[in-house]
Structure formats: structure tokens, C-alpha cells
Antibody, heavy 126, light 107 residues
């Protein structure tokens, strides 16, 4: 079955850029949306953004000016870059697959995050 | 932007109890809502999508209902492994907002 694995530095200095990669195994990155989500210590989930395998993206407006999500289909990977980080960006970062279900009654697609990585902790500190 | 609220934020229940969690959207989202369960130190797990469709492999004691702005997640008979935090998520617009979560604890 499809598995996701986040990787990247666990410690990032303030004002620098956080960079993470999610490797997809057991399946193809094609034909899906892929998303990043984070969870600060003791807090709830925050959606960061998503990318379609073809490269189109959408970001949380609160992070949009600092976020870039990219995809490398040849490596079955997608990546997150978050610039100008502060202590408030300290969190567990998750990657997830976004699947879709077509509702023939409405003609619209329902999306849902059905496969998640285990998460990686990123601390912003000097 | 669409905002989600959940109630209660915390609930204490016993094994065998029927538990209901409510998620409200700041504007109508049809049935574009999912529910996730998260246990400490673990990634969230999808329970329900399209407001009421049970994800494969999820026990049938979990059910979801609602449309528009009000949704519920019901656990018909709480089991020891169900003590966790539950999040709703809207996927109506192209912005996938999460609710603040409901922690279900042992009474």
C-alpha cells in the first residue's frame, strides 16, 4: 500500500528557510493531490497547502507569502519550503495524499486525506 | 475564508457511551467535510469523508451526518481505543480548513 515518509532537518535557525521532502512509496505520485499539514506542540492541525501532480498549487492564505510546494514526479516526491521562519513555525509537519471521490448526483468531487506520513518534528531555534 | 468550530472542545465519557461531536461551518459547505481521529504522537487517521461515507476499514460504530453548515460525528458505543482527539475538515473551497479539535477522554 502507499506509504509517505517526510524527511529534512529537524532544526532550523530563525529567518532561514525550512525545507522538507515527502517520498511516496508503494504507488505513483500521478493523478493525486498531495498536501502538507502541520501541528504546533499541544495545538491543532493547520493545513499548509497542496500540489497536484501536474504542478498546480494552492496555499493557506496565512502562509502563502512564505510557502512553496513543488513536485518531482521522476523521484515520486513532493517538497515544502517555508521561508523566514520564526519560533511560531515549530511544529510536527505531516505530508498526506488527497484522494477524490466523484459524486454523480452533484457532479462534484469530494476530497479527503486518506494516507498520511508519520510526521517530522521541526524546531526553529538559534 | 470558511471557519470551522467544534463542540464540545473536550468531553469525558465511559466505555459503551454514545458520543456525538458537532462541527459547524461559517458558511455552507454542502457535504464537503471529513472527520479524522488522532492519538498522541500519531498522524491523523481518516474516519469519514463526504460528511457520511465511512472510510474503508473504519469500524461501523463511527458515523457521520449533516450538510450545509452543521455536521455530527457519532460513536455509537465508545471503545477503549476511541479515546483520542477528533478533527473535522472542510474541503469545499480550495482551502482545506481544519476544526480546532475535540478531545475525548476517559471518565
Amino acid at each position: 500500500q502507499v506509504q509517505l515518509q517526510e524527511s529534512g532537518p529537524g532544526l532550523v535557525k530563525p529567518s532561514e528557510t525550512l525545507s522538507l521532502t515527502c517520498t511516496v512509496s508503494g504507488g505513483s505520485i500521478s493523478s493525486y493531490y498531495w498536501s502538507w499539514i502541520r501541528q504546533p506542540p499541544g495545538k491543532g492541525l493547520e493545513w499548509i497547502g497542496y500540489i497536484y501532480y501536474s504542478g498546480s498549487t494552492n496555499y493557506n492564505p496565512s502562509l502563502k507569502s512564505r510557502v512553496t510546494i513543488s513536485v518531482d514526479t521522476s523521484k515520486n516526491q513532493f517538497s515544502l519550503k517555508l521561508s523566514s521562519v520564526t519560533a511560531a513555525d515549530t511544529a510536527v509537519y505531516y505530508c498526506a495524499r488527497v484522494s477524490s471521490y466523484y459524486d454523480i448526483l452533484t457532479g462534484y468531487y469530494h476530497h479527503y486525506m486518506d494516507v498520511w506520513g508519520k510526521g517530522t518534528t521541526v524546531t526553529v531555534s538559534s | 475564508d470558511i471557519q470551522l468550530t467544534q463542540s464540545p472542545s473536550f468531553l469525558s465519557a465511559s466505555v459503551g457511551d454514545r458520543v456525538t461531536i458537532t462541527c459547524r461551518a461559517s458558511q455552507g459547505i454542502s457535504s464537503y467535510l471529513a472527520w479524522y481521529q488522532q492519538k498522541p504522537g500519531k498522524a491523523p487517521k481518516l474516519l469519514i469523508y463526504a460528511a457520511s461515507t465511512l472510510q474503508s476499514g473504519v469500524p461501523s460504530r463511527f458515523s457521520g451526518s449533516g450538510s450545509g453548515t452543521e455536521f455530527t460525528l457519532t460513536i455509537s458505543s465508545l471503545q477503549p481505543e476511541d479515546f483520542a482527539t477528533y478533527y473535522c475538515q472542510q474541503l469545499n473551497s480550495y482551502l482545506f480548513t481544519f476544526g480546532p479539535g475535540t478531545k475525548v477522554d476517559i471518565k
